[in-house]
T-cell receptor, first 115, second 113 residues
Framework: NAGVTQTPKFQVLKTGQSMTLQCAQD?????MSWYRQDPGMGLRLIHY???????DQGEVPNGYNVSRSTTEDFPLRLLSAAPSQTSVYFC??????????????FGQGTRLTVV | QQQVKQSPQSLIVQKGGISIINCAYE??????FPWYQQFPGKGPALLIA?????SEKKEGRFTISFNKSAKQFSLHIMDSQPGDSATYFC????????????FGGGTRLMVKP
């Protein structure tokens, strides 16, 4: 049972380069989201999706694009990397809850450094 | 601005002691309040969660206390153990799936043996 799988685990980019962070889940969850984690700021929502073909912006969407062509996959694209995008990125998936302890499952994270 | 404020940023507790982490929120539309635990190099994992129709929820050594009128909630870890050493995040959400979580800044807990 893999859960939420993120690739790569580490990445170094030069300013201006583009790349895609991959996220896949095998729990058939409708909802998926991307967060970035920076020291002292917790996790901040970048983009989210409530189902295939549907995406929306979170708190810090600038510089990032997403698409959701399948239920399983939710890639995050950096169009032109900037040093301010140096962070740890987490993908999460969840389903609409009917109990108190509905859980958003997180991947292991991608540590991105932009130089 | 941060909609969920968490304190303290770091906490050192002796083994067997009580760890207390506090959070305050601003958005009255929030209706789901989970706590996540994160170990170094790992993603956050759900620890315990509460909805505002109850004032307290206990699961083992972990208890959430919730004060709706004050817009505050807290995590108490009883009989703290070295294995509890981790970073703890409070969060809040107004959707039905915890999909759009607003996180506090995190508390790094160290439990000394």
């Amino acid at each position: 049972n893999a859960g939420v799988t993120q690739t790569p685990k580490f990445q170094v980019l030069k300013t201006g380069q583009s790349m895609t962070l991959q996220c896949a889940q095998d729990m058939n969850h409708e909802y998926m989201s991307w967060y970035r984690q920076d020291p002292g700021m917790g996790l901040r929502l970048i983009h989210y999706s409530v189902g295939a073909g549907i995406t929306d912006q979170g708190e810090v969407p600038n510089g990032y694009n997403v698409s959701r062509s399948t239920t399983e996959d939710f890639p995050l694209r950096l169009l032109s990397a900037a040093p301010s995008q140096t962070s740890v990125y987490f993908c999460a998936s969840s389903s609409p809850f009917i109990t108190t302890n509905t859980e958003a499952f997180f991947g292991q994270g991608t540590r991105l450094t932009v130089v | 601005q941060q909609q969920v404020k968490q304190s303290p940023q770091s906490l050192i507790v002796q083994k067997g002691g009580i760890s207390i982490i506090n959070c305050a929120y601003e958005n009255t539309a929030f209706d789901y309040f989970p706590w996540y635990q994160q170990f170094p190099g790992k993603g956050p994992a759900l620890l315990i969660a509460i909805r505002p129709d109850v004032s307290e929820k206990k699961e083992g050594r972990f208890t959430i206390s919730f004060n709706k009128s004050a817009k505050q909630f807290s995590l108490h870890i009883m009989d703290s153990q070295p294995g509890d050493s981790a970073t703890y995040f409070c969060a809040a959400s107004s959707d039905n799936a915890g999909n759009m979580l607003t996180f506090g800044g995190g508390t790094r807990l160290m439990v000394k043996p």
